[in-house]
């Protein structure tokens, strides 16, 4: 079994900056890709920034020159750093990653979401 558990949001005011964290525990063989999504009040989710195990990263539009997705594979863990936050960023960030685990009978992979953090970006 494995758990996400995300950390590092809260209220911020506008142009500000917040840096959410996000580590993986359980029985972890090796993790894929590891990301970032969210979901804002009344509507539906979206992908905010995804890396890969090497690095490769891709953005949403609206993020790209603010928001920088980074992981430490050493710990499991993926980061996102939000500068020049706006109101429209106000939402709760979901933690994914795709997570090669231990099963009865070998190995299988396993997409897992954690609880999500909330952020709001407001005067």
């Known amino acids: 079994q494995v758990q996400l558990l995300e950390s590092g949001g809260g209220l911020v005011q506008p142009g500000g900056s917040l840096r959410l964290s996000c580590v993986a525990s359980?029985?972890?063989?090796?993790?894929?890709?590891m990301g970032w999504y969210r979901q804002a009040p009344g509507k539906e989710r979206e992908l905010v920034a995804r890396?890969?195990?090497?690095?490769?990263?891709n953005y949403v539009d609206s993020v790209k020159g603010r928001f920088t997705v980074s992981r430490d594979n050493a710990k499991n863990t993926v980061y996102l750093q939000m500068n020049s936050l706006k109101p429209e960023d106000t939402a709760v960030y979901y933690c994914?990653?795709?997570?090669?685990?231990?099963?009865?009978?070998?190995?299988?992979?396993?997409?897992?979401w954690g609880k999500g953090t909330l952020v709001t970006v407001s005067s």
């Open positions: 359980g029985s972890i063989f090796r993790i894929n890709d």
């Open positions: 994914n990653a795709d997570i090669v685990t231990f099963g009865t009978y070998g190995i299988y992979d396993k997409n897992s």
């Open positions: 890396i890969s195990e090497g690095g490769s990263t």
